[in-house]
């Protein structure tokens, strides 16, 4: 393929990540988009815990259980002649590391709000993610069919919390009962609310012309209300700047109900006419542009058991540049061993297609048995490293063992695939004895545990352990550093576990330990944060 092709089929691409607080309507949203875009005919229901039809991005058995989402999706539709791979991630901040993960394999992010909430605590987490990486960001103000915040609270709120500039391209005509519907600002005309269904409906009833008197007539107070917002806004707030957008600073926002299908349609169209392409993905040895002839990509993402007749396993690979081709050589960078997969799949969350081809921008899965880790990245034989993807020390710690001794290996088994795609991190003693799990939130070890009894048919005790603190440790003196860390591990034996890739880890009750530790052994170096393989350590993002 010649390389006008690659980079006409790279501009076509925009992949983003959908992120939000815990119930502001992020999985609802991702259904709908999957709706207007023509990817599914129905759509599915988050809460419904009875209903025959569940969110199709929500394909765990305890995700249709719990009406919520715990690990990433993956689903790519094609919308206005563009490819769009969407990602929706965990609001819950027990499975932050998920969507920490998530977002370094995509290129801008769609934050939800409940306009009711407003800011709550895990999107400015979750922002803060974001702007470390530049990420750009349109922001939907979700649930205006109910009673919520105004509009103009909202959109200081936003400024002030997160520290971003934001710019109306959409407007709400009253709230709740008397929600008329939203003025679209950048075509000049109106959309009229009328209560959505599972299914798109195609005479929606849009009036052009935001000066026109049937508008005035037809809503009153709520029209003039929001003729009196909009004229404040435009007068105070500052036009929309590209580059400010791009590079995380300004947020275009809309708003809407996603659960009645309303405002969806505008938010896919800025999507495509706003967010970026693919860009350079940096790397130890170089920056990798898109457009570059040669394939390469990085996991980000692994996850058992998606079909659990087959007992499968698919590394969910970011093509970083060229053109994957199924079938082609590919080399895993880590370990020097080389690929030819032929059953390489696209995805609507579960549901997946054989694919012949893919570009830079597109997420593809790779069905393998523990050959690709987490943070691994493949070529056509460059020998690369790309970086970014985190692991964050776990907060809380619980021993776990099996209920019934003649299942110890189905949970061994069960556990380094659940440690290996990240859904807990699991830790094996130095000394011996059981093994450990370390999580940051609690309701990982529930999902954890129920994940082990259905998937693997183990029932495991969760039981708490004394642990607290927890560090990678890694030595950088050239003269005799491997030496030094090892008779750091040799001397703390009993509180040294190793980690999924055998990173040596040390687990402490208190942060005074810590402190102390550090002291004694001024060469070592602990770590809060460790990239793939130990590879690379940085600090860790707080908040």
Not at 20 to 32: F, I, Q, R, V, Y
Not at 80 to 88: E, H, T
Not at 514 to 533: C, G, S, T, V, Y
């Amino acid at each position: 393929m010649s390389n006008e092709q690659i980079v006409s089929e790279v501009k076509r691409r925009r992949t983003f990540a959908i992120i939000s607080h815990p119930d502001a309507g992020k999985t609802t949203l991702t259904e709908k988009l999957l709706l207007f875009s023509g990817a599914i005919q129905i759509a599915g229901s988050v809460k419904a815990r009875k209903a025959s039809r569940h969110a199709t991005s929500d394909w765990m058995e305890i995700e249709k259980q719990r009406g919520i989402s715990v690990a990433s999706s993956v689903m790519q539709m094609e919308y206005r002649d563009c490819v769009i791979n969407l990602l929706d991630t965990p609001g819950h901040q027990d499975f932050s590391e998920d969507t920490y993960r998530v977002l370094t394999a995509v290129d801008a992010a769609l934050m939800v709000i409940d306009a009711a909430n407003g800011v709550e605590p895990q999107t400015r987490r979750l922002l803060q993610v974001c702007r470390a990486r530049a990420t750009p960001i349109l922001t939907f103000v979700n649930k205006m069919d109910r009673e919520v915040q105004e509009p103009l609270a909202l959109m200081d709120e936003i400024e002030r919390e997160l520290g971003m500039s934001a710019v109306p391209f959409t407007w709400p005509v009253g709230m709740a009962k008397f929600f008329g519907g939203v003025l679209d600002l950048r075509r000049d005309r109106m959309r009229v609310f009328a209560p959505g269904e599972d299914r798109r409906r195609d005479n929606a009833e849009i009036v052009q012309g935001l000066a026109s008197p049937q508008l005035a007539a037809r809503f009153g107070a709520a029209w003039e209300q929001a003729a009196g917002e909009i004229e404040l806004v435009r007068e105070a707030a500052p036009p929309f700047d590209e580059a400010e957008f791009l590079a995380g600073r300004c947020t275009p926002m809309f708003f809407g109900s996603a659960i009645n299908n309303f405002g969806v349609e505008e938010v896919l169209d800025a999507l495509v006419d706003l967010a970026p392409p693919p860009g350079p993905k940096p790397a130890l040895q170089r920056a990798v542009e898109p457009t570059e002839p040669r394939f390469s990509g990085v996991v980000f993402k692994i996850q058992a058991n998606m079909d659990p007749a087959h007992r499968d396993r698919i590394a969910f690979v970011r093509v970083a540049s060229g053109r994957f081709e199924r079938g082609m050589r590919l080399k895993v960078a880590r370990s020097g061993k080389e690929l030819r997969p032929n059953t390489v799949v696209s995805f609507l969350s579960q549901r997946r297609e054989l694919l012949d081809e893919a570009y830079a921008g597109d997420i593809i899965g790779l069905p393998n048995h523990g050959v690709l880790q987490l943070g691994d990245t493949l070529t056509e034989g460059e020998a690369l490293q790309f970086t970014g993807l985190p692991f964050f020390a776990p907060e809380m710690f619980r021993m776990v063992e099996v209920a019934d001794p003649l299942k110890t290996k189905q949970l061994r088994a069960g556990l380094t695939q659940l440690g290996e795609e990240g859904a807990i991190q699991v830790f094996r003693p130095v000394a011996g004895g059981v093994l450990l799990l370390g999580a940051v939130g609690q309701l990982q070890f529930e999902v954890v545990a129920h994940r082990l009894e259905h998937e693997y048919g183990v029932r495991a005790r969760v039981q708490p352990a004394r642990y607290n603190v927890a560090r990678w440790v890694t030595c950088a003196d050239e003269d005799g550093g491997a030496r030094e860390l090892q008779r750091f591990v040799d001397a703390n034996a009993h509180r040294v576990a190793l980690d999924a890739v055998d990173a040596p880890c040390v687990l402490l009750e208190y942060a005074g330990e810590l402190r102390a530790m550090q002291d004694n052994w001024p060469k070592i170096r602990f770590h809060a944060l460790r990239e793939h393989a130990g590879l690379v350590f940085q600090q860790r993002i707080d908040g």
